[in-house]
């Protein structure tokens, strides 16, 4: 359905593809199944009419983002072993050493991320390699916010009809910075569409989940994928 950065993580990537033979999902699923890597698993495999395009007919994604916050300071390697790090941003770290459990502004978190949500160019978080267009970006919030004993693991929620390259790590980071006091979510809005891009800091791929790729009507083939 589209590329995306080295590191990235998929739960539901879609694949098309055509076959001058009839289709038989079963065979094509258990033929996949058997030459596909352990990190790769096929969920399922449908016909499609002859119009989809896995890329082309996509009318917008939903991605997730997980940070970590341990209570006590480890180092990384540590800090990664524990459960709520797994598929997650650790931070402190070596891009934000101030930004700790007890200074981390949830407030302020959740003001950068609402201040995000709007139809505009995002020219202020794209790299500039990034092909340039407007975005909808309808949903940027906390969607999971869970405390244990080892501490805060934040699930975010991104959703638009396009995102442009690195743009996700990118507000991200932007939406971490707020909350260490570096940026003023209050402004945050005006400066996201400036064509010089703010003082950026992007999260890593490893916190990123490709998690819905939607399609209008009768072209999407999961329905069923939330």
Known sequence: ASRTDRGVHARAMVVSTSTHMPPDPLAIRGALRGALPESIRLRAVVPVPKEFHAQFSSAGKRY?????LPREPHPPEQAQEQPEAHFAWVLPNGSLPQL???SFSMPRFQQALAAMVGRRTFAGAMAH??????????????????ETQRGRRLTLSF???????YMIRTLVGIAARCAAGDLDPAKLSGQLDREEPLNQLMAPPEGLVLWKVRYPGRLDPFPWLA
């Open 129 to 146: 390699s990034a092909k340039q267009g407007v975005c909808n970006l309808t949903e940027a919030r906390v969607l999971r916010h869970r």
């Open 64 to 68: 997730r983002y997980s940070l970590f």
């Open 159 to 165: 959703s638009s009809d396009r995102f442009g390259k």
């Open 100 to 102: 700790s459990l007890g």
